[in-house]
């Protein structure tokens, strides 16, 4: 064993190897075997992870792998970049891409974009629990989260109705509490109007938000798949609230939009 990988650092790599390698594979039976919903389980990737760096740490420690300073010391650095990764993005911003219309003009198809997600608290893995919410999320905020018809997906869609609101869409205009409501956000690109009884797009409700539920809309009124079709979305679904992009490409020019990076979203 080198000079530089002392006793006291055999020691700390055995019980961190070990540590990750309890915490990864004790997470991948959880993900195995606990009936919960997919968005409510860790990343197979990171579960991945903690099982490699684990392995690596402990091979380290008993001399099954090479204990070169050089390779030990890039092997921490990238631990630690991995690990403030993780954390960075399961508690405090995620990125997401826009692969679809239905929130023009306020998003565009290849829009790359933040969310906060400490904002409305972070989810507690494996259960529906927050720690440390700022405030709930609430009507005008621009939303990221679990697809209620498909755990593996992420849409991201408008809050308009909040819990306990009762939300109509009558020749689609939206009424909250039977008042209409200042839309700012809602375009609409079709100019007919779609007879109540024909379909929910144009006329819908009403319908009471349930507790902890929202109800979310596609700022592409007509062009948007999203609570009129598929129900509400559960506060434990959501992952954050989306506020600026930082790269933005045309695919139709192939090129980027300049213009729209670091724009911030309302």
């Known amino acids: 064993m080198s000079e530089e990988f002392t006793e006291r650092k055999r020691r700390a790599y055995l019980w961190g190897g070990a540590g990750l390698l309890v915490l990864g594979g004790g997470a991948a039976l959880l993900n195995a075997f606990l009936p919960v919903p997919t968005y409510q389980k860790l990343s197979w990737i990171l579960v991945g992870f903690f099982l490699v760096a684990g392995a690596g740490g402990v091979g380290v420690a008993l001399g099954a792998l090479p204990q070169t300073g050089k390779l030990v010391e890039y092997g921490e650095a990238l631990v630690v970049a991995i690990l403030l990764a993780v954390v960075i993005r399961g508690g405090v911003v995620q990125a997401f891409k826009i692969p679809s219309g239905s929130m023009l003009p306020t998003l565009q198809i290849g829009d790359h974009l933040l969310v906060n997600k400490f904002l409305y608290g972070i989810r507690i ?110 506060d434990a679904r959501i992952r954050g609230k989306a506020f600026i992009l930082y790269w933005s490409w045309d695919p139709e020019r192939h090129f980027p939009r300049f213009g729209r990076i670091g724009h911030l979203i309302r």
């Open 125 to 234: 893995p494996y259960t529906d629990k927050r720690v440390f919410r700022i405030r709930a999320p609430r009507r005008g905020d621009v939303v990221v989260f679990a697809y209620p018809v498909d755990d593996t997906k992420d849409f991201i869609k408008r809050i308009i109705g909040e819990p306990g609101d009762r939300v109509e869409i009558r020749n689609k205009k939206i009424y909250i509490n039977g008042k209409p409501i200042d839309d700012p956000w809602g375009v609409h690109v079709d100019p007919v109007t779609l007879p109540e009884g024909f379909e929910r797009r144009d006329n819908f409700g009403p319908v009471k938000v349930p507790p902890g539920q929202y109800f979310v809309m596609g700022d592409n009124r007509d062009r948007s798949y999203d609570s009129r079709f598929w129900g509400f979305v559960e």
